[in-house]
């Protein structure tokens, strides 16, 4: 009798078009479809500003676990070399003049354009959000998402999700006044192999930068271990000996 | 051009938003890791500065000679790098040339940077032998725990320098909970006849350490240098985050019977040996607007105090044909301390930062201030940095000095100095 009227009330549910989704669950869900949870890939980042010039920026990425990414700057050359890493709520910037590491903030950018540091260093955001609310808006789901700590850039995101892929195709990013401070929109799914089917490009834009643009591309997404010491000051000039 | 056909024709053909949008493309395989990789810069840079007649370092320059009351400086330079990779092991090196004109007529350098061999056996160890640049501290003008390296000048803390011939090890450990990292190195610097000179002139092999820590967030660092040919010291510092838009960081360093030159009451150079402790604390601050601020005080127990500094002009400001012999020993101090870039104790450094002020992308604004805080002179220095040009960077600096007689930025060669600089990276 129970079973029955589980089943009847699930079909009422998908009937009436409540998504009869946990929202974490689902989070957890698109962390690992947009990437394996310790993977290298490369990025372009193309800034545009509002006449059409472009800068573009080439990086290679290395992600372990929640909360360990260090990215290496391989173009231009008036960056190649640089290295940002993070752990956690840590974030430092190597630059092969000065030397040495130095701390930075998540809401700096050491690009310039609508990106900034924890836009570069994005952790999972199952990591960083908690979701509050799932509900149902033009055949996707909506996340409403908050952020776990005071250190994580932006105070809330609202996410949309295609529901057959399971990944974002919009997330709004607030500050903790209720303010819009970018909107990122995932696009041109693409089979990367290994099963990591995910979109391989995102566009960026922000009230705050009216007329600029940013665009990330992603290439050679790949499921890769690495040991915990990569994610370390002592390594961070010697990011690029990583790649194969 | 297609994407502006798109965008005028786009809506009139009905065409979809995203066919509307352009094209980008990404293709990795030009970004593959290369065995031999070769990269840096070519700058110009042309000055005009402003010079003080009257001050001190003046009358060095120019000793009993009319000399100009202003003059131009040009400088080519250009830095190359190269690392050539083995299995696990590479060889790096950095070079850097530069010709120069000015009124004292053309002068040129070259000089090999770095040059050494390092091999990461795996990714917790690695060790290194050659002339190599090691930066310690966290300060971002002055690193008084900086034991193992040529002085940062606080007016450009970003200037590549040389490094001392060397060998070090590393080795690094991470765990899970509240210590979240430990590395340890150690550095192997020896002093003879031909290797590492202006290190010191006493001979010695000298061993110094530095353990890091990142515990609870913060890092931490613990460093020496055993007693050899320079005094031996001990030093520390930390950096923390302590909101995600706000940093600080601090060092402190004692150094055991530091000896330094000074000049006395009679006007002679004498041997002072001291113990010193040096200590520096700072901040960054990014505020809403995108300002980023650094600040920092700095301590320099081995500097000199305001007396001192008075007694070294007064010397430097005399009559060269009356007194050369007390001008000849104000050279000698200005090259064994006193003419360092802050030879002072107490100095206050303030930067500000704002990128793409006023919307005009890829320019970046800043102003320093750099005060002398025993003698309140000090030292201001707009600039204006573009980098919209692919691949070059334009730096536009006027430093302005100022101060009244017998103090530090009062005394220095130049009311103020404007200079541009052109990089073209490669």
């Known amino acids: ?244 | 051009m297609t994407r502006w056909w798109c965008l005028l024709l786009g809506p009139l053909l009905g065409l979809p938003a995203s066919a509307q949008t352009e094209e980008f493309s990404f293709d990795i395989s030009s970004y593959e890791k290369k065995r031999f990789e070769w990269f840096g810069f070519l700058e110009l840079t042309a000055g005009h500065l402003e010079l003080d007649e009257d001050s001190a370092f003046y009358n060095l320059s120019f000793p009993g000679d009319d000399g100009p009351s202003s003059f131009q400086r040009y400088q080519g330079a250009g830095e190359l790098g190269a690392l050539y990779r083995f299995k696990k092991s590479s060889l790096h090196f950095r070079g850097r040339a530069e010709i120069g004109n000015d009124y004292f007529g053309t002068q040129d350098d070259g000089r090999v940077q770095e040059l050494y061999y390092a091999i990461r056996p795996s990714d917790r160890l690695s060790a290194g032998i050659g002339k190599r640049v090691i930066k310690w501290g966290k300060g971002y003008a002055w690193n008084p725990v900086g034991f193992v390296e040529r002085p940062k000048d606080p007016n450009d803390p970003e200037l590549t320098r040389e490094g001392f011939t060397l060998g070090t090890v590393d080795y690094v450990r991470s765990f899970g909970g509240a210590l979240k990292t430990v590395a340890v190195t150690s550095v192997l610097l020896p002093v003879t006849d031909d290797l590492n000179r202006d290190f010191s002139p006493k001979e010695d092999v000298n061993l110094a350490g530095k353990v890091y820590l990142l515990y609870r967030d913060t890092d931490i660092d613990v460093m020496f240098l055993a007693s050899g040919s320079r005094s031996g010291r001990l030093g520390a510092d930390f950096s923390r985050n302590l909101t995600s838009n706000f940093e600080l960081h601090g060092e402190l360093a004692y150094i055991n019977d530091e000896r330094k030159l000074s000049i006395d009451s009679s006007n002679r150079l004498v041997i002072v040996e001291t113990d010193a402790v040096n200590g520096l604390l700072g901040l960054r601050y990014l505020t809403p607007s995108e300002v980023v601020w650094i600040i920092e005080y700095y301590r320099n127990g081995s500097g000199y105090d305001a007396g001192e500094l008075e007694r070294f002009f007064r010397l430097a400001k005399s009559d060269p044909l009356a007194s050369s012999d007390l001008l000849d020993l104000a050279q000698r101090a200005r090259q064994s301390g006193f003419g360092a870039p802050n030879p002072g104790k107490n100095y206050l450094y303030v930067r500000t930062i704002k990128k793409e002020p006023f919307d005009v992308v890829y320019s970046t604004v800043a102003l320093t201030t750099i005060v002398n805080l025993e003698d309140q002179s000090f030292s201001i220095t707009p600039e204006l940095i573009y980098t919209g040009v692919k691949n070059t960077e334009a730096r536009l600096r006027l430093v302005w000095l100022n101060g009244s007689e017998n103090t530090e930025f009062g005394e220095k060669l130049s009311d103020w100095r404007v200079e541009l600089r052109l990089r073209y990276f490669f």
């Open chain 1, 1 to 244: 009798m129970m079973k029955r009227l589980y089943l009847l009330l699930s079909l009422l549910l998908v009937a009436v078009g409540v998504p009869a989704e946990d929202g974490n669950t689902l989070l957890a869900e698109i962390d690992r479809r947009l990437q394996p949870e310790s993977y290298e890939m490369y990025r372009k980042l193309i800034n545009i500003e509002p006449d059409g010039d472009r800068k573009e920026f080439v990086l290679y990425t290395v992600k372990k676990g929640k909360d360990n990414v260090v990215a290496l700057f391989l173009d231009p050359p008036s960056e190649k070399g640089r290295s940002s890493l993070r752990q956690g709520d840590n974030m430092w910037l190597y630059i092969p003049n000065v030397g040495k590491p130095l701390r930075i903030t998540s809401l700096q950018s050491v690009v310039g354009g609508v990106f900034n540091n924890s836009d570069l260093l994005r952790l999972d955001y199952s990591a960083e959000y908690d979701a509050e609310s799932i509900a149902e808006e033009g055949g996707q789901f909506l996340l409403e998402l908050n952020a776990k700590t005071r250190n994580v850039a932006y105070d809330h995101l609202k996410m949309w999700v295609d529901r057959e892929t399971r990944v974002p195709t919009k997330v709004e990013a607030y500050a903790a006044s209720g303010l819009l401070i970018k909107t990122l929109r995932y696009s041109k799914i693409k089979d990367f192999g290994n099963g990591i089917e995910r979109p391989a490009m995102l566009e960026t834009d922000s009230p705050l930068h009216e007329g600029y643009k940013s665009v990330m591309l992603f290439d050679g997404i790949r499921e890769r271990d690495f040991s915990d010491e990569v994610f370390t000051l002592n390594y961070m000039s010697q990011v690029g000996e990583l790649r194969q």
